[in-house]
């Protein structure tokens, strides 16, 4: 692995929920406004293998009940990884702007990251429109083919000037793992960590941003 990290030509990939936020905040939502248990059937198919993300995520929605002012209000009191901001301050002095990839919900993720003073940064992700109480998903990001991931995030990796240009990746579940296998430089913890070691792939490991960042910073040729 490599130990001097040149941010020319580089990009830099976080996932969101229990990365940039301290827990999963789609899970959460979920646990917290779901009207019946059913959600945890599609939990425990998607953890077996037995269905993806997609079909999990929706089938989960479908026990939700709440409307957007009510989601407002509960996703205001969500605080993201205060080191979060302090690397989008290291990678900007060098031009770089971090890129979010997630299974979640671009709803979720805007709202959070601008109530915590973080607004332009380039998301990919699935997206939800409000139909009264309910919850609509839709998945504009997944894979032609693969199932897997509701968005694929490898899709967001740069395909051009790859063997010029370091990919650095940020993240800790199952829908991190082939977007990371993929990457230069991976900071791993949780699920990741645990595939990765088995894959046979290097990573950094971390708990929280802070240690993503004093890597950085320590490593970071300006």
């Not at 060098?94 to 805007?110: A, N, Q, T, W």
């Not at 915590?116 to 429109?129: H, T, V």
């Amino acid at each position: 692995m490599r130990t001097k990290i040149t941010l020319n030509n580089c990009s830099v990939f976080f996932d969101f929920d229990n990365t940039i936020t301290p827990f999963d905040v789609f899970d959460n939502i979920v646990e917290t406004f779901a009207t019946d248990e059913k959600w945890m059937e599609y939990e425990s198919a998607w953890k077996s293998g037995r269905i993806g993300s997609k079909d999990c995520l929706s089938g989960q929605l479908k026990s939700v009940r709440i409307n957007k002012k009510g989601l407002e209000k509960h996703l205001a009191k969500i605080r993201v990884d205060p080191h979060f901001k302090k690397i989008i301050a290291l990678l900007k002095k060098k031009g770089v702007s971090p890129v979010i990839v997630s299974d979640s919900f671009r709803f979720f993720l805007e709202y959070i990251l601008k109530n915590n003073g973080i607004e332009r940064l380039k998301i990919y992700s699935n997206q939800i429109r409000f139909v009264k109480d309910r919850l609509m998903p839709a998945f504009p990001h997944q894979h032609s083919t693969c199932r897997t991931c509701g968005n694929c995030k490898k899709k967001h990796l740069p395909d051009e000037d790859r063997e010029q240009r370091t990919v650095i990746y940020v993240g800790d579940g199952l829908s991190d793992l082939c977007p990371a296998i993929h990457s230069d430089i991976v900071f791993a913890k949780g699920s990741l960590k645990k595939y990765l070691t088995k894959e046979g792939k290097e990573s950094f490991p971390f708990e929280t941003l802070k240690d993503v960042y004093v890597h950085l910073s320590s490593r970071i040729e300006f």
